[in-house]
């Protein structure tokens, strides 16, 4: 009888460690329903005064990067883009429910990463690639199939962890 009691306390032991797990175990990024997928074709204007761009029809692999100006870690994690873009790696932004004025200023003000960048306003890109929230970076194949995704800011962790493997693997570096 005394072994009935104790049941339920650890049956509850249990099921903690399997969602902290869960929860706090590795990331995987092959879970994402995304990678494997191609990106999604919308059309969406330019950013005034900069390229736009296709997903269809850019050549070779890149880092897609969701954004806004009204997004602090965005703000957090834009000097990591310029270097990267500094190193070669072709870099095209989505900025998000944002307007014209302030995407431009953002750029102005911080450095233009961007090989391209489209205005997204209705979500329509993001909608397309499940994004929960900004910022947001994929990396797409040179055939326009994601391979990885890196939800939040990118920090040197998460450059060294999650981006640079890939890309070294889609680039053939």
Known sequence: MNGLRLLP???LVVLVAVFAWLLLGPERVSDDPMVGQSVPSV???ALPGRA???PAAIEGPYLLNIWGSWCPPCRAE???LMRLSEEGIP???AAWRDSPENAGRFLAE???PFAGVVLDPRGE???GLGVTGAPE???VDADGIIRARHAGPLTPQALQRDIIPVWNEVSGE
């Open 137 to 139: 970076t994929f990396i």
């Open 43 to 45: 059309t969406l204007e």
């Open 125 to 127: 890109l993001v909608i």
């Open 78 to 80: 834009h000097p990591l």
């Open 91 to 93: 870099i095209y932004g």
């Open 110 to 112: 911080l450095g233009d």
């Open 9 to 11: 306390a650890g049956v």
């Open 52 to 54: 736009g761009f296709d």
